[in-house]
């Protein structure tokens, strides 16, 4: 898949897509609002089971609840990294909300699972708020969209961001 400022294409097809606030750029840091360039695997992700099912893919899929969250931190020993904690000392996005942004997220390797402190927390491939409407970094797509390009995902396949 190609991710650029004006959309994404995967099989042949074209998708519009929400990108960071800070547009696309080589040099990712924390909290900076921009989707890093490169090219990324999907090594898992979560779901919300109360309101959809797991979609098949070929990587591991957590259903997620209430306690789950994702420490954006640098200053956090887990740092990048999904736990679960009602409370956390740290910096940290809940998981589980009440917008369906997360009802199902994908997990990249930008910086994943041997996280660099600062160099970008969670480039995640999910759901958007509306259309093309900026994210924290993230790619996000229709719900529609994202769940055919997850039908067709295979253990090949890549996101290049360019």
Known sequence: MVVTRWGARFMGRRFPCSIGRGGIHGIKVEGDGVTPAGVWRLLGGGYRADRRAAPRVPFRMKAIGPADIWSDDPADPAYNHGLRAHTHPFSH?????????????????????NATPGKGSALFVHQWRKPRHPTAGCIAFAPDHLDWILARWTPRSRILVR
């Not at 998981?95 to 009802?103: I, V």
């Not at 997990?107 to 994943?112: G, K, P, R, Y």
């Open 93 to 113: 996005e809940k998981l589980r909300m009440g917008p369906p942004l997360y009802d199902i997220f994908l997990i990249s390797d930008q910086n994943f699972p």
